[in-house]
T-cell receptor, first 115, second 112 residues
């Protein structure tokens, strides 16, 4: 049973650049959520995708955008990177309409460093 | 202020019980979560409890919920070194969403 996978595992970018992170949900799941976890903090919700549309969004600027593909995989894009965007980016998947609504499965994350 | 608050550190001896505490602000939370994060890894859902329950037990884990005081606790019996991790309490986001809002986490250190 394939769990949530994310790529790449680590990434180093320069201020002002753009980055794309990728996520494949757990087999059978149709919903993907993205979180940002700064060092020493809990994960902060960025947005959630379901049926290829952004369904919910946290308190993040428009520099953060995403996409979901027909196979349910997802991308997170961040434009005009700031030093403060350095964090662990976590993807979580779930299945709408079942008890699994409550059960989000997290990937190992992508560690982004902005210099 | 924070929607969910936890103490940052807890140190216990192997074999003892660990109790991790959490307070939350949203009284309409219909359920609350406990997640575990091991070093360098993503989060693992340990358990969740519905607001109409006072207690939930799952093997070595016991969750207690005091709705009046908005207090949630996680007890780990017979704590092992493999339990060393960061434990996050989480409540759903406002508006009836099931998306968790996390606290800063409690770092549990288990000494041999």
């Amino acid at each position: 049973d394939a769990g949530v996978t994310q790529s790449p595992t680590h990434l180093i970018k320069t201020r002002g650049q753009q980055v794309t992170l990728r996520c494949s949900p757990k087999s059978g799941h149709d919903t993907v959520s993205w979180y940002q976890q700064a060092l020493g903090q809990g994960p902060q919700f960025i947005f959630q995708y379901y049926e290829e549309e952004e369904r919910q969004r946290g308190n993040f600027p428009d520099r953060f955008s995403g996409h979901q593909f027909p196979n349910y995989s997802s991308e997170l894009n961040v434009n005009a990177l700031l030093l403060g965007d350095s964090a662990l980016y976590l993807c979580a998947s779930s299945l709408v309409g079942t008890q699994s609504n409550y059960e989000q499965y997290f990937g190992p994350g992508t560690r982004l460093t902005v210099t | 202020g924070e929607d969910v608050e936890q103490s940052l550190f807890l140190s216990v001896r192997e074999g003892d019980s660990s109790v991790i505490n959490c307070t939350y602000t949203d009284s309409s939370s219909t359920y609350l979560y406990w997640y575990k994060q091991e070093p360098g890894a993503g989060l693992q859902l340990l358990t969740y409890i519905f607001s109409n329950m006072d207690m939930k037990q799952d093997q070595r884990l016991t969750v207690l919920l005091n709705k009046k005081d908005k207090h949630l606790s996680l007890r780990i019996a017979d704590t092992q070194t493999g339990d060393s991790a960061i434990y996050f309490c989480a409540s759903p986001r406002e508006g009836g969403s099931y998306i968790p809002t996390f606290g800063r986490g409690t770092s549990l250190i288990v000494h041999p």
